[in-house]
């Protein structure tokens, strides 16, 4: 080994505490990329292979009822290139200790198999036989929540009929890697499933011989990846059979979410390595700087004897490059496990054949160039200023720091009233510029990942406050098949342990507003209504107008009205006439995108006489009358769907728990900035002044009084960086929940003062833990040989 | 004088075949030619230098004395190719260092120069032995390190660190480091300095053996008149000018110097 490397190894180790400092943050700063590029490409690949296996439609069209026949034009368009018929249906499902009613939704597959658009991938047991008629496959996840196995028999009631029917398989398809209930945003099991029959079997039980009511596509090259076109010409020629909805594959609700979560990952992968690796590479130029200016005369020497400048800016490289590639490789190691954790993490909720977590040595490599290079750049930036000196000038001692009064002495009676020791403080901080910007903006940054990683546990709980217990709030929600009359609500206040019911009616309709145009639904409820209450952004409730309708703000924007605007209505069932209605009021919520109207003003609108489509239910909340509830239920009928808050709220909680993984390694990875960036500097600082330091000793001050001028200057950057980090996180959550902002889920921005007040906390915390490891250090210097020391 | 034999195997070591000759007409080595060097401290200018111009020859033993502040370190620097002059011109041999790229600088002072300096400088990281071998990883022919220690007697003390040596043990590794190069032209700033009467006295055998029997160039910087006596001119410098320079036709060896 040649000599300079041993004098490289021996300080390495003299400094071991500071470039531990360093290489933690950049162990995390790879480790986020490596994790976040790693578990996006398992992502995306698995998507992109399952889309393709599947033959995932580009579109689909949801109708009454359609003969096949009169298909062929549409399939006859160059833009598609094949589509499919087929038969989809809700159910409910009985299952026996089941007391809670169980929805589901029914496709239509080939009697036999075939490769068909949305196909399904067998995970047990076999597709359909020739040996009965009654043969369905149950999606997956389902039936390993029940313990349904190939061989079973289950319950279902099929168009008011109760059937058995044999399960022959198990499965999973394309289209719902993502897969929710009706009105829900999370999944759940256990109370919704996906059901495939036989089409022959289908045809029979739902009087759908000969005829389809969803139209799945995919597109031609002609069309050029664009179904807009396909889609309005569908609608045309289609409308004799009622078309409901139209959806392009861009907004299938299971690919959205997919895609959401591809997107935000792609996006994070970027700039969340980015602020930790900006953080790291300032840090490591602070510590070659302190180590350049340091070793100014070994500089000088080396260079007298004749090393070259090459050599030397090489010798001083290697000690960044140290931590560099020692952090790279941890953090590629860290990363590829966390990458493995998350997308285990992201099998639970995303339902893939396979979802492999792979190491991309492509991204481990870029890991590694990521984390050298900014080793690299922290290395050059602080060893350039010494190398550039004349051997001779580098050989004498440094000219003494910038004197002069700094800027808070001019303010006289300000800087009188300081002690001794917040001057020297003060001055310190001032005067090496480069540390205290350092610190102030790892601090920064690091409150920045504070503020992000609170402000998520903050708004899940604003989310699940404000949608449950503040918009819905009635216990169980029930849709009928069909619309039906005042009855409906007079047979719901009978069942047992109902304290109050509110009749809903749920009209599917396009908005109009000149060229804008928007799918959506309006929801009647009754002006009086405590089971659901639209609010506006501030809480307040709003009430239900005679005339007109509530509208929620994302819809209100989309479309380009706003309150007392005329929008045009055209519905999908009932009278399907264009009408023009003013809206009244502006409503803001987190999850889907409601218009509110009164029941009796869309009734008349829509039917002309009074119509029920579901009832909002306040009920008992004891296990016993909900029991006796939910078995009741069951026999009624003309009961489509039924959902439970309770159930709803459970399930979105169990979900974003594991959002707090997620808090709690951005918090860890705060504190390793937050740590990283004070030791470092505190160390340096300590290292640079251990003449003061000694002398302050000689005076008479203890370890601690010495160490509490230290403790002050870090705390002083600290609280600047953290507060001026606040303002920055904001903005970053800010635009984070802009980028993950759909129809179907917008984040809360929540900035209440305990997002501020803990995250100020919190840093100082942070503050004082490091302080801790800088205290021991100042008490074990041996501070008679700094006397003696010669700089 | 052990020391002497030491040299004797270096010298055999090197397997260098040179005859030394007093007879030979003098070639010019270093040339100096007006060189100014001003030093600017802000609003303050400090003349280092003024107008200096001075021949070494090739094999003499040079020696320059003058007040703290004369300038005598500057030269060395200069000469040494350490600094930049700010006018004036430096030649060694045939070729102007003045005019040198910053990488045939550091190919001159790897190859040519070996220098020890006032404040000995040693890395504080290093050993003694490493501190030595920083030199002579860099050089084609270099001396056995363990030699050049033993030539100051420190090869027993070659596994200490700077921090655990006195300030004339330094010294000794920093004259080791600088012959084990083996350079053309030894720069040595106040060698002795440090050292006591007994040790002061070796060194400076050795370096008059350097010269004598390898026929090096040595340029020494004294504050110590006596010292002036082994030496084949002597210029004195006051003020940044060389105020005098004169022949010492009977240089004395070493061991018959007293101070
Ligand atoms: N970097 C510098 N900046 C300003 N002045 C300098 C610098 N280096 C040297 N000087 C000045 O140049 C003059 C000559 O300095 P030099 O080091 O050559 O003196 P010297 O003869 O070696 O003195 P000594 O015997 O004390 O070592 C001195 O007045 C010194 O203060
Ligand atoms: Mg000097």
Known sequence: MKVLDRKLLREARGHLGMLLAVGGIIVVGVTCLVTMVSAYINLADAKQLYYSQCRMADFSVELRKAPLAELKPLEEMPEVAKLRPRIQHAVTVDLPGMIE??????????????????????????????????????????????????????RMLLNNQQQELFIVGTAISSEFVYLIGPGAIVPDDRRFGVFYMKRTYAEEVFDFEGSANQVLGRLSAAAGGDPREVLRRAEEMLAPYGVFTTTPLEDQLSNKFLTQEIQGLETFAVVTPCIFLAVAALVLNVLLARLAQQQRIVVGTLKALGYGDLQIFWHFLKFGLIVGVAGGLLGCGLGWWLARLLTDLYSRFYQFPELPSRPYWGVFAIGMLVSTGCAALGSFRGSRAVLRLHPAEAMRPSPPRRGGAILIERVGWLWRSLGSGWRMVLRNATRSRLR??????AAAMGACVLINAFMMQLSIDELIDFQFHRIMRSDVDLTFNDERGRDALDEAVRLPGVDRAEPTLNVACTFINGWRRKKGAVTGLIRDAVLTVPRDAAGRRLRIPARGLVMSRQLADALGVGRGSLVGFEPVKGQKRLRYVPVVEISDSYLGTAVYADIKYLSRLVYEEYAVSGVQLAVQRDPASRGA????????????????????????????????????????FAGIVFFGSILNASLVSLAERQREVATLRVLGYGPWRVGGLLFRESMITTILGTLLGMPLGYLLMLATAEAYASDLF??????APELWILTMVTAIIFGLITHLFVQRSINKMDWLDALKIQE | MCSTAALGRATRFLKLTMTVTSDQPRRILLRLQNVDKTFQMGEVKVEALRDVSLEVFAGEFLVMVGPSGSGKTTILNLVGGLDSVTSGRVWFEDREITAFS?????????????????????????????????????????????????LVDMNDRKDHFPSQLSGGEQQRVAIARAMAKNPTLLLCDEPTGALDFATGKRVLRILVDLKQQLGRTVILITHNAAIAQVADRVVRLRSGQIVELHDNPQPLPPEDVVW
């Open chain 1, 436 to 441: 205290t910007a350092a610190c102030v903006f």
């Open chain 1, 746 to 751: 917008r984040m809360p921005i929540v900035a």
């Open chain 2, 102 to 150: 910053a990488a045939e600088l550091t190919r001159y002072r790897r190859d040519t120069v070996g220098f020890v300096f006032q404040f000995y400088n040693l890395v504080p990281n290093l050993t003694a032995l490493e501190n030595v071998m920083v030199s002579t990883e860099l050089s084609r022919e270099p001396m056995d390190v363990i030699e050049a220690l033993r």
């Open chain 1, 629 to 668: 509830l939910y078995r009741a239920l069951k026999n009624l009928p003309a009961v489509q769907t039924v959902a439970a808050r309770a159930d709803m709220i459970e399930n979105l909680e169990t979900v974003l728990e594991t959002q707090s993984i997620f808090i709690l390694l951005l918090v860890l």
């Open chain 1, 101 to 154: 009613p169980i929805i589901g939704q029914v496709y239509s597959l080939p009697d036999r198999r075939r490769p068909v658009i949305n196909d399904i991938v067998i995970r047990e047991g076999s597709y359909f036989t020739a040996r009965r008629d009654n043969e369905v496959i149950v999606n997956e996840k389902f039936a390993e929540a029940h313990r349904l196995r190939p061989g079973q028999w289950i």
